[in-house]
Every structure is written in C-alpha cells, then in structure tokens.
C-alpha cells in the first residue's frame, strides 16, 4: 500500500511538471506550451456539463464572446439568440463562452447539472458553458477581473457581454440589454472575425 501511494505521489508531480494542473475556477492556466496564448485567456475553470477542467487557452486565435448568464432572468431568452449567434459565425472562428453566476437578484440558484439541463432542452443551447462562478465585486474570478480592468465596465447585471479578438485584445463590451442580434453587436463581430 506505502509503495502505491508512493507510486501516486511520482505521477502527480510528473503531471504537474508537464503543465497538467486541476481545475480551480478562474484559476490562472499553466503557461508550459502556451506561449501563443494572449493573457486574457489564460485561465483555467471547469466545465459546466462535468466540470472537466478546461482551459481557455484552446480559443487562442478565435474570437471570444464571454456572458455571464442566469437562467430565471428577464434576459434569459438571449440564450436564443446567443446561440443563433454561435452556430452563424462559429465556422469563421466565434466562441461563445456562457458563465453562469447567481450574483445578480439571486437568478441562477441551481446545480450545474440543473443549469445545463436548462440551456440544452430550453434553449439547445451547445456553445461552451463553464461553471458556476462570481463574476462581479473582490471575490470575481480571474478572467472577470482581467475583462473589467481592459474594459473599466464591471457587469451589472445579467447577460453582460465582452467581445475579444484573435489577438486576445478586449475590444468590447455590452450591456445585458444588447442582444445578440444588436447591429453595434454584430459589426463589432464581424470586425473581431477580421
């Protein structure tokens, strides 16, 4: 038993040598092999359906549309829309990230499962979703901090949303009521697709 356990303890420092680390929510992602990943990206948080560790550094080179989403809000139908927007536009490189946060009029209580269950029969929702987390005030995770400090808008509000291009600039951000078929939306788009 002493000499598996021992056997474990090797593994995991291998693992953790070669950049493989666990999915702390917002956590900064290892930097091993990433040196093409701009800064914005580079977190790390679990994903929503079975909170496998996902690490935003995959989106590097696409445009990144990030949501914090709720789904017993006035704005919860954007998840139509945000969809739409997704399926359009995915073959030209959009990824639309969906974080769901129960900070705002306490509108997103549920499980993860019971969030996921939600998006996909509701909505058919199939753009990445990733874990429950706070996306607003001191105890934001990280790529919430990082979104606010580029752009000086903090969310106030379900359904904000921050556009950033290929090249991992921040070049937008809209309120929860800009939907996603807005025209200042899409050519901000169009525009980050270039």
Request: with cysteine; hydrophobic share 40%; glycine share 10%.
């Amino acid at each position: 038993m002493q000499l598996l356990s021992r056997f474990i303890s090797v593994a995991a420092l291998v693992l953790l040598g070669q950049g493989v680390q666990a999915a702390t929510p917002g956590a900064p992602a290892a930097a091993t092999g990433q040196a093409a990943c701009p800064a914005i990206l580079q977190y790390q948080f679990p994903r929503l359906q079975d909170e496998a560790p996902q690490n935003l550094c995959q989106y590097a080179g696409k445009a990144v549309l990030v949501v914090n989403t709720a789904s017993y809000c006035g704005f919860t139908s954007q998840y139509e829309g945000l969809e739409a927007l997704y399926a359009k536009y995915q073959p030209r490189g959009l990824v639309v990230l969906g974080f769901p946060s129960n900070d705002f009029g306490g509108q997103e209580p549920g499980s993860a499962k019971e969030i996921a269950d939600f998006c996909y029969n509701t909505y058919g929702v199939k753009f990445p979703m990733l874990g429950k987390s706070v996306v607003t005030g001191k105890a934001r995770n990280g790529l919430y901090a990082a979104l606010d400090k580029a752009t000086g808008k903090t969310p106030r509000w379900n359904f904000h949303k921050y556009l950033i291009d290929r090249s991992g600039k921040v070049v937008a951000s809209f309120p929860s009521d800009v939907t996603p078929d807005n025209p200042a939306l899409l050519g901000e788009v169009e525009k980050a697709l270039r």
